[in-house]
């Protein structure tokens, strides 16, 4: 598995490995950042639901003596999908909404007077839609308001929608513009790359060449500059001992040669022996 691993990492590349990198990074913080953007989208959805339907309750307990003004407030609203009913002390329903004409109580909420309290039921209304129930204790009763949280639902769903769309669109930009930006920067690499591969005992001088930015891969390469300086050098001296040796060789040999006859191709030495 590791050299499974290791092959997999050198095929890819820096580039290829940093843009998945900066991907996998995005990706993530991404998402953590989307579930709480979601969160906090639902969270703020809803309290607004709720001072909505609070308001309306509001509403209802300043029209409880007005019969004219409470049939008109307790009316259901296209736009918010409101549901209202009034209890009586003993928890009966005085008056309520169209759509909860006939219906029991839709919460079992039964507040102080003065006090709000909420909860979320599935109601009977349309289809068993769920809605954020507000009750508000009267001294005569309840007043208890349903509020649809399709409101909430469509945000939500329109939150998720768009980062379902927007989060991989970023990953992937972010990917392609690392490995871009990577393959950018590593141009020098390739050019003392290249230049080291031209780089032979006969051209020992020749140099890598180094960034105008002054960066990382500049320095690297005032380095290994250095360091064909330091080899340069080293082989100019061992030519040079080679060279001093052969010399002082030449001399020992030469006298060597000097005291050898070789008449028909035979040594002095040869010639004295065939003598005796």
């Known amino acids: 598995m590791r050299r499974l691993a290791e092959r997999i990492r050198q095929r890819l590349g820096v580039r290829m490995r940093s843009a998945l990198a900066a991907s996998a990074v995005v990706a993530v913080a991404s998402v953590l950042t989307g579930v ?7 969270v703020i959805l809803t309290g607004n639901v709720d001072q909505s339907a609070g308001d309306r309750a509001a509403q209802v307990a300043g029209a409880v003596d007005d019969e004219a003004a409470l049939a008109a407030v307790i009316q259901p609203s296209l736009r918010d999908r409101t549901v209202v009913q009034v209890l009586g002390p003993d928890g009966r329903v005085l008056r309520a909404s169209t759509l909860l004409a006939g219906a029991p109580p839709i919460s079992s909420l039964r507040p102080p007077a003065g006090q709000t309290r909420r909860e979320q039921r599935r109601l009977p209304v349309g289809h068993d839609e769920y809605f954020r129930i507000t009750a508000l204790g009267l001294a005569t009763g309840t007043v208890l308001v349903g509020q649809s949280i399709d409101e909430i639902d469509d945000g939500t769903e329109a939150a998720v929608g768009a980062l379902a769309v927007g989060l991989p669109l970023l990953t992937v930009i972010v990917g392609v513009a690392t490995f871009l930006f990577v393959g950018r920067s590593l141009r020098p690499v390739d050019a003392m790359r ?42 100019a001296a061992q030519r040079r001992f080679v060279a001093d040796a052969s010399h002082e060789l030449r001399s020992p040999l030469s006298t060597v040669l000097a005291g050898l006859d070789l008449p028909g191709g035979r040594s002095a030495c040869g010639a004295d022996a065939a003598g005796e």
């Open 36 to 42: 709480a953007f979601v969160a906090a989208a639902r």
């Open 194 to 235: 290249r230049q080291a591969e031209t780089i032979t005992g006969r051209n020992l001088h020749t140099r890598l060449p180094v960034a105008p930015a002054g960066d990382e891969i500049a320095a690297l390469a005032v380095t290994m500059n250095g360091m064909l300086d330091r080899i340069e050098a080293g082989a």
